[in-house]
């Protein structure tokens, strides 16, 4: 089974984050919900990234950088959830599909999965045993 990687996961959240939007407006036909699961979902695809980034770099050249995963991960977490709350509250927003777009990167961590046990890779080592 080929291993996912945190670019795959980046990759699949931005095209469920596009098919996502592009689906609740043509199902819904209001901007409301298209509007509702593109903010929560562009929210979180940026949370990932920056996520990646502060881990990143708090171990990069094979030591720990106090600084980078201390300071920045709480900041990084006190911004989205005010973001959230901001949203929420003044926000003209279905909480169903902003809820929906919040929950993007697990459907992609789901999806990635997925892919990684149907690949090519995953097929010939379930063949060999390995």
Known sequence: ???TSI???????VIVLVLGSI???VIMREFKYFFSFAVGSS???LNFRFLKKIIEGGFAN???SKKE???????KFLVLVGLVAL????????????????????????ISQVISVFSPAGKRRQKNGA
Do not use: C, H, Q, W
């Not at 670019?7 to 959240?13: H, K, L, P, S, T």
């Not at 902003?98 to 961590?109: A, D, E, H, K, R």
């Open 62 to 64: 094979g030591t720990i």
């Open 43 to 45: 929210m979180m695809t």
């Open 23 to 25: 689906l609740s407006a």
């Open 87 to 110: 949203v929420m509250a003044y926000g003209d927003i279905s909480v169903a599909f902003f809820l929906i777009g919040l929950s993007t990167v697990f459907i992609s961590i789901v």
């Open 69 to 75: 995963v201390v300071i920045k991960l709480p900041i």
């Open 1 to 3: 089974m080929k291993e």
């Open 7 to 13: 670019n795959d996961i980046e990759r699949v959240n």
